[in-house]
């Protein structure tokens, strides 16, 4: 009898074991099939964030030197294979409501703004309610160019230089006008110190964007205009536009033909440059934020691309977000006294 019963125990132990494994491989191939599902999805969830176009923001009209710039690097960038690059201009308010949709934008990395320096170190400055906090919304990616600037007029005026036009404002207060694509920038900071300098009150006169400007620079409509070289170089090159100094301590790679304010006995206009930079959404994660700045800097160094910048009057730097971090604050000290001095508030 107990030999029976020992028989019938140790037939049972084998099935009941064969049902253990069975569970256990039906367990084990469950985890497995709900891993590989969880690894598809976010496979394809990466695929699908890739797939999605980068969009470069602008915040001014197409032809102007950041328009110009941001569609040279969104070519560069499709050609390195990093999918649809859409430009979206978003003119007004000196470039502000385009910063202010970038600021609110999915900090992702598909979308980005290219815009000048003095957003971030002037108009902290010059702004009583300027709607962004200038260290904290964005995130600097890169240094993308340095921007030679310069004081233009239409060639049917009488002046050649900044000396002849100041002495024509005198006799000509009613017309001493200056057109700007942005209001508080380097350059109307300048004029201005340059004109309470000289006893003159320039008036300035803003646009919503360069081109638009250049063409009541180039009518006479106002008497001065002041941008980057990039967005005045077709029409100076077309003899519609005549060039009567250049900022910053020395002459524009593309213009050394034409000598800087400085050469002509005016200070005003020594930190009157200006770079253009990318940036993106404050929390960026840091890995986005080197994507973004590697592939821009790369962007940069295509031979091509970067002999079309400079024909613009743009001079490739291509330098990293830490860069254009020192930058801004360093400029930004450099500007505190100026503005102090010339009294400007923007009110808008």
């Known amino acids: 009898m107990n030999t029976a ?21 039906g367990l084990l191939a469950a985890l497995t099939s709900a891993a590989a599902a969880a690894a598809i999805a976010v496979a394809g969830a990466a695929r699908a964030a890739d797939a999605e176009p980068l969009h470069i ?5 197409p032809g102007g030197a950041a328009d110009s710039l941001a569609r040279l690097y969104a070519e560069q960038l499709r050609q390195d294979g990093h999918g649809t690059v859409v430009v979206e201009n978003r003119p007004g308010a000196s470039a502000r409501l385009a910063l202010d949709y970038v600021k609110r934008s999915r900090p992702d990395g598909k979308t980005v703004f290219i815009g000048p320096s003095p957003l971030f170190t002037i108009f902290p400055l010059t702004y009583k309610k300027l709607g962004y906090d200038a260290d904290k919304d964005l995130v ?4 993308l160019t340095d921007v030679p600037t310069v004081v233009a007029a239409g060639v049917q005026q009488p002046y050649r230089n900044m000396k002849e036009y100041l002495e024509w404002a005198k006799r000509n207060p009613a017309g001493a006008s200056l057109g700007l694509a942005t209001i508080g920038s380097a350059g109307h900071l300048g004029t201005v110190a340059l004109g309470k300098a000289a006893g003159i009150a320039i008036t300035p006169a803003a646009y919503r964007g360069a081109a638009p400007m250049l063409v009541d620079v ?16 077709p029409l100076y090159k077309g ?10 301590t ?4 593309a213009l050394p033909e034409v000598p800087t304010m400085k050469e002509q006995g005016f200070s005003q206009y020594e930190y009157a440059t ?59 000290a450099a ?12 009110e808008d």
């Open 250 to 253: 020395r002459r524009a790679k």
């Open 335 to 346: 500007w505190k006294p100026i503005v102090e001095a010339t009294g400007f508030v923007a």
């Open 57 to 61: 923001i602008v915040g001014y009209a």
């Open 274 to 332: 200006s770079w253009y930079g990318v940036f993106v959404p404050a929390g960026t994660q840091p890995d986005v934020v080197a994507k973004v700045e590697k592939m821009f800097i790369a962007a940069s160094g295509n031979a091509a691309t970067a002999g079309k910048l400079e024909a613009l009057g743009l001079e490739v730097v291509a330098r990293p977000g830490q860069e254009a971090k020192r930058r801004i604050q360093v400029e930004r």
């Open 5 to 25: 019963v020992r028989r019938r125990q140790t037939q049972r132990i084998p099935n009941a074991m064969t049902a253990d494994s069975r569970f256990a491989r």
């Open 218 to 233: 180039v009518s006479g409509n106002v008497s001065i205009g002041w941008d980057a070289v990039a967005s005045m170089m």
């Open 140 to 143: 600097p990616a890169a240094v």
């Open 239 to 248: 003899g519609k536009l005549q060039f009567l100094g250049v900022s910053g």
